[in-house]
């Protein structure tokens, strides 16, 4: 049985950091916008000061993403497996903006042009062997207004290292031309955080207080930071952090131009005879709905949009919507993480406390920084070093040269826990042939729809990469005075929170899903919101690009209305 | 609620049962203390109703806990935390689809036990449950369908969680979990002076339960942990 609804001009699958921001500029451009939000709205009493709930069984998740993980194989010869660990997206509206760390990036300008950069330099030797990689189809330079406007939008805290070409050395040197200082200074500085940053700059490098969605000021309303240490994985108790559902989503509500439906699973996006998308069935609840629409933004999390597109079936699109060129779930990248903890011996460091977010980093071993010609690879990763150190997380975090359980084991977290220094690294990927997302034709959710099967290894390139910036973390915590230092192996964690592509943008519509503005090449009023469009993972945390990205698109379709939907 | 027993550890040369028997209790949570904080320490009080388990893994499931994290001279260990009381109600909920794992896994491990020292796990001595554990984590204890090691690391995951993770949820009793680490429990705001290197937070023995703002509340509130 199904119900239709009044027609709006857009619906938007997903209420997140990507659909979240897109319905700002929408609805005050006064168009008639409908959300569809698998989850509910929460409120600071949900988001409970505890390890269990938040980061082991992830409370926030449990209104569809818990129920629906992917299953992962390294490589297409294998069978699928359960993921190792469940990814922790959430459901709501605010989406997964509420319970992220908000470390909050601009990618460098380099991530955009990663293919092209690397063949002038090095040669096209250099690049990855059995890559798919690509240049994005925009610069730095086109989103940067767009990261602005996210930037002030939230109140991100940080110190620019390069305002209109004047670089400073209190910011990121290594940072793409920012047209204005952040809107608020950076988060507060710790001892360990400058600890960490004085060991950096004895070592000849270029430390920073990291950029981070987090108010360290009252702003425009909203609270400061109170650094109680519960802040990944959860939402934030007196409303600091740069959750859509504190911003953009509240003033578009208040345009009387969005309607959110909460408890929304999208199960199909259908099109009419034309191969146009023209609505959105879902299921509240048993019953199944429809949402008619002249336009369609897809916002779900990376495995969604792909796997909603590939659900979404029809005459025009046999082999899912949009994948008549069969790109769709093609070049999947997941970040590639490494890094390195080390003991300061007799100094309680005292991480047990703050966000994550309070940091200090390092790009000197990012993008292309650094000569490459010796190395084996391109790319690299941002480093850092953070606050936030939980307790079980803690217990967890021993040397392997120490039993894991029983007397011994003990007695060393009792003389050296609160002294765990870490230093940690995301690699920046390149897309690959044999890394892709499917359904996997075993598994389904308790709907009875296929979950998503990533297939996807760590590759040689990012393999070294991985290994070459794990060094530095081990350089790092060797200068800082650690004892003892041991490395976290490089892991392509197939199932993650940092995991992109399946619906890549460029410009040729033969090898990418999107183009440069985020619409199908294929159904001209499909837009895509997400880290799914992004062509290279880039070395850091993806959700300010994906909140510009979104809004972008969001202004494009406004200014093509005509165009996309006529 | 009983008292330690008192002694040091070598009235683990005792079987279990032995000590049960002297402490008047059936049931109980607990290996013998040590005498370095036996003074101190909070008595290990009556196992409450079981809620997954049976009596029997459960018994088995205290004696793994209690050798992965042992009372010792460094404190209470996971006997005193509760860590089997967090599994139990974890198995009776969240973690319900791991309810038969564990009792397979329970059941072979006595059954290991047995065939290696003619008793099952609670009643070795511990020395010889140490022996067990090690082979579970070695992957060498028969009897297992999946291998010992991935059932070894399915308990000492839970273990600590049990032991570290927040007491609402029937473990880390009394914070000592916590205050084994040197984390200082769960205050809704850090000062300046708190986030500096070498200073002692003195720890706030709270659960995230204590605050009133995590309270359950109206109906179709927060819900549960």
Same mark, same amino acid.
């Given at each position: 049985?199904?119900? /239709?609804?009044?027609?709006?001009?857009?619906?938007?699958?997903? +209420?997140? *950091? @990507?659909?979240?921001?897109?319905?700002? %500029? &929408? !609805?005050?451009?006064?168009?008639?916008?409908?959300?569809?939000?698998?989850?509910?709205?929460?409120?600071?009493?949900?988001?409970?000061?505890?390890?269990?709930?938040?980061?082991?069984?992830?409370?926030?998740?449990?209104?569809?993403?818990?129920?629906?993980?992917?299953?992962?194989?390294?490589?297409?010869?294998?069978?699928?497996?359960?993921?190792?660990?469940?990814?922790?997206?959430?459901?709501?509206?605010?989406?997964?903006?509420?319970?992220?760390?908000?470390?909050?990036?601009?990618?460098?300008?380099?991530?955009?042009?990663?293919? /092209?950069?690397?063949?002038?330099?090095?040669?096209?030797?250099? +690049?990855? *062997? @059995?890559?798919?990689?690509?240049?994005? %189809? &925009? !610069?730095?330079?086109?989103?940067?207004?767009?990261?602005?406007?996210?930037?002030?939008?939230?109140?991100?805290?940080?110190?620019?290292?390069?305002?209109?070409?004047?670089?400073?050395?209190?910011?990121?040197?290594?940072?793409?031309?920012?047209?204005?200082?952040?809107?608020?200074?950076?988060?507060?500085?710790?001892?360990?955080?400058?600890?960490?940053?004085?060991?950096?700059?004895?070592?000849?490098?270029?430390?920073?207080?990291?950029?981070?969605?987090?108010?360290?000021?009252?702003?425009?309303?909203?609270?400061?930071?109170?650094?109680?240490?519960?802040?990944?994985?959860?939402?934030?108790?007196?409303?600091?952090? @740069?959750?859509?559902?504190?911003?953009?989503?509240?003033?578009?509500?208040?345009?009387?131009?969005?309607?959110?439906?909460?408890?929304?699973?999208?199960?199909?996006?259908?099109?009419?005879?034309?191969?146009?998308?023209?609505?959105?069935?879902?299921?509240?609840?048993?019953?199944?709905?429809?949402?008619?629409?002249?336009?369609?933004?897809?916002?779900?999390?990376?495995?969604?949009?792909?796997?909603?597109?590939?659900?979404?079936?029809?005459?025009?699109?046999?082999?899912?919507?949009?994948?008549?060129?069969?790109?769709?779930?093609?070049?999947?990248?997941?970040?590639?993480?490494?890094?390195?903890?080390?003991?300061?011996?007799?100094?309680?460091?005292?991480?047990?406390? @703050?966000?994550?977010?309070?940091?200090?980093?390092?790009?000197?071993?990012?993008?292309?920084?650094?000569?490459?010609?010796?190395?084996?690879?391109?790319?690299?990763?941002?480093?850092?070093?953070?606050?936030?150190?939980?307790?079980?997380?803690?217990?967890?975090?021993?040397?392997?040269?120490?039993?894991?359980?029983?007397?011994?084991?003990?007695?060393?977290?009792?003389?050296?826990?609160?002294?765990?220094?870490?230093?940690?690294?995301?690699?920046?990927?390149?897309?690959?042939?044999?890394?892709?997302?499917?359904?996997?034709?075993?598994?389904?959710?308790?709907?009875?729809?296929?979950?998503?099967?990533?297939?996807?290894?760590?590759?040689?390139?990012?393999?070294?990469?991985?290994?070459?910036?794990?060094?530095?973390?081990?350089?790092?915590?060797?200068?800082?005075?650690?004892?003892?230092?041991?490395?976290?192996?490089?892991?392509?964690?197939?199932?993650?929170?940092?995991?992109?592509?399946?619906?890549?943008?460029?410009?040729?519509?033969?090898?990418?899903?999107?183009?440069?503005?985020?619409?199908?090449?294929?159904?001209?009023?499909?837009?895509?919101?997400?880290?799914?469009?992004?062509?290279?993972?880039?070395?850091?945390?993806?959700?300010?690009?994906?909140?510009?990205?979104?809004?972008?698109?969001?202004?494009?379709?406004?200014?093509?209305?005509?165009?996309?939907?006529? | 609620?009983?008292?330690?027993?008192?002694?040091?550890?070598?009235?683990?040369?005792?079987?279990?049962?032995?000590?049960?028997?002297?402490?008047?209790?059936?049931?109980?949570?607990?290996?013998?203390?040590?005498?370095?904080?036996?003074?101190?320490?909070?008595?290990?009080?009556?196992?409450?109703?079981?809620?997954?388990?049976?009596?029997?893994?459960?018994?088995?499931?205290?004696?793994?806990?209690?050798?992965?994290?042992?009372?010792?001279?460094?404190?209470?260990?996971?006997?005193?935390?509760?860590?089997?009381?967090?599994?139990?109600?974890?198995?009776?909920?969240?973690?319900?689809?791991?309810?038969?794992?564990?009792?397979?896994?329970?059941?072979?491990?006595?059954?290991?036990?047995?065939?290696?020292?003619?008793?099952?796990?609670?009643?070795?001595?511990?020395?010889?449950?140490?022996?067990?554990?090690?082979?579970?984590?070695?992957?060498?204890?028969?009897?297992?369908?999946?291998?010992?090691?991935?059932?070894?690391?399915?308990?000492?995951?839970?273990?600590?969680?049990?032991?570290?993770?927040?007491?609402?949820?029937?473990?880390?009793?009394?914070?000592?979990?916590?205050?084994?680490?040197?984390?200082?429990?769960?205050?809704?705001?850090?000062?300046?002076?708190?986030?500096?290197?070498?200073?002692?937070?003195?720890?706030?023995?709270?659960?995230?339960?204590?605050?009133?703002?995590?309270?359950?509340?109206?109906?179709?509130?927060?819900?549960?942990?």
């Amino acid at each position: 049985m199904s119900t /239709s609804k009044k027609g709006a001009d857009v619906v938007v699958i997903g +209420l997140g *950091a @990507g659909g979240g921001t897109a319905v700002l %500029p &929408l !609805a005050q451009a006064g168009l008639d916008v409908v959300a569809l939000e698998a989850g509910g709205r929460f409120s600071v009493r949900d988001f409970h000061a505890d390890e269990i709930r938040n980061d082991i069984r992830n409370w926030l998740g449990r209104a569809k993403v818990n129920d629906e993980v992917p299953t992962q194989r390294r490589t297409a010869a294998e069978e699928s497996v359960p993921a190792i660990a469940p990814g922790r997206m959430m459901n709501g509206v605010g989406g997964t903006s509420i319970h992220w760390t908000c470390q909050s990036w601009r990618l460098m300008p380099w991530n955009f042009k990663q293919r /092209s950069e690397t063949i002038r330099r090095y040669g096209a030797g250099a +690049l990855p *062997a @059995g890559s798919t990689l690509t240049d994005w %189809p &925009l !610069a730095y330079e086109e989103l940067e207004p767009y990261y602005d406007k996210v930037e002030f939008l939230h109140g991100v805290s940080g110190k620019a290292g390069n305002l209109r070409g004047a670089i400073d050395a209190a910011g990121n040197v290594f940072e793409g031309p920012r047209a204005r200082e952040y809107p608020l200074p950076p988060l507060r500085r710790t001892g360990f955080t400058e600890f960490m940053s004085d060991a950096a700059k004895r070592l000849g490098w270029h430390p920073f207080a990291g950029p981070a969605a987090i108010r360290s000021q009252p702003y425009r309303g909203l609270n400061a930071c109170e650094y109680h240490g519960f802040c990944t994985w959860g939402g934030c108790h007196v409303d600091a952090k @740069g959750s859509t559902n504190l911003t953009a989503i509240p003033m578009a509500e208040k345009t009387r131009n969005l309607k959110v439906v909460e408890g929304a699973r999208a199960i199909e996006i259908t099109v009419d005879r034309d191969g146009r998308a023209n609505g959105v069935r879902y299921m509240k609840g048993r019953k199944v709905h429809f949402q008619a629409a002249k336009a369609v933004l897809v916002a779900g999390y990376t495995y969604e949009n792909t796997r909603l597109l590939l659900l979404s079936r029809s005459s025009a699109f046999p082999d899912g919507l949009s994948n008549n060129h069969g790109q769709v779930g093609r070049h999947y990248l997941a970040h590639v993480r490494a890094g390195a903890n080390g003991v300061i011996p007799g100094r309680r460091l005292n991480r047990f406390s @703050g966000t994550a977010s309070q940091w200090t980093a390092v790009d000197d071993w990012d993008s292309d920084f650094f000569d490459h010609s010796t190395l084996g690879f391109t790319g690299g990763g941002t480093m850092s070093a953070t606050m936030e150190a939980k307790p079980i997380g803690a217990a967890r975090t021993t040397p392997p040269s120490i039993p894991r359980w029983g007397s011994a084991w003990k007695a060393w977290l009792k003389e050296n826990a609160i002294s765990v220094a870490s230093a940690a690294t995301q690699i920046n990927v390149a897309p690959y042939e044999d890394n892709f997302l499917d359904l996997d034709p075993g598994v389904e959710d308790p709907d009875g729809f296929p979950v998503v099967r990533v297939t996807n290894d760590l590759k040689e390139n990012e393999r070294r990469a991985a290994l070459f910036v794990q060094g530095k973390c081990m350089d790092w915590l060797r200068e800082a005075g650690a004892s003892e230092v041991w490395p976290v192996a490089p892991s392509s964690l197939s199932v993650q929170t940092h995991a992109y592509g399946g619906t890549r943008m460029g410009d040729d519509p033969d090898a990418n899903v999107t183009d440069r503005w985020c619409f199908s090449h294929e159904v001209p009023n499909l837009g895509v919101l997400g880290a799914s469009n992004f062509p290279t993972s880039g070395g850091r945390n993806p959700t300010e690009t994906v909140m510009a990205l979104a809004w972008r698109t969001a202004d494009h379709l406004v200014d093509e209305w005509e165009a996309i939907t006529g | 609620m009983q008292p330690y027993e008192g002694g040091g550890a070598d009235s683990r040369a005792l079987s279990r049962r032995d000590l049960l028997k002297r402490a008047g209790v059936v049931g109980v949570a607990a290996a013998a203390p040590t005498a370095a904080f036996a003074p101190t320490a909070a008595p290990v009080r009556d196992r409450e109703r079981l809620e997954a388990l049976t009596a029997l893994e459960a018994e088995a499931l205290e004696a793994i806990v209690d050798r992965l994290i042992p009372a010792d001279s460094n404190g209470p260990g996971a006997a005193e935390a509760r860590v089997a009381r967090y599994i139990d109600r974890a198995l009776a909920g969240e973690l319900a689809s791991l309810r038969a794992s564990y009792s397979e896994g329970l059941a072979a491990v006595d059954a290991y036990a047995r065939s290696r020292f003619g008793e099952p796990l609670a009643d070795l001595e511990p020395a010889q449950q140490d022996a067990v554990v090690r082979d579970l984590e070695q992957n060498v204890a028969t009897g297992f369908p999946g291998g010992s090691r991935t059932f070894f690391e399915l308990v000492r995951e839970h273990c600590l969680q049990g032991m570290f993770g927040d007491p609402v949820h029937g473990g880390n009793e009394d914070f000592v979990g916590w205050d084994l680490l040197g984390f200082p429990g769960v205050k809704l705001s850090f000062a300046a002076a708190e986030q500096q290197m070498d200073v002692t937070v003195v720890p706030a023995h709270k659960s995230t339960a204590d605050f009133p703002l995590f309270k359950r509340g109206r109906k179709g509130g927060d819900g549960e942990h």
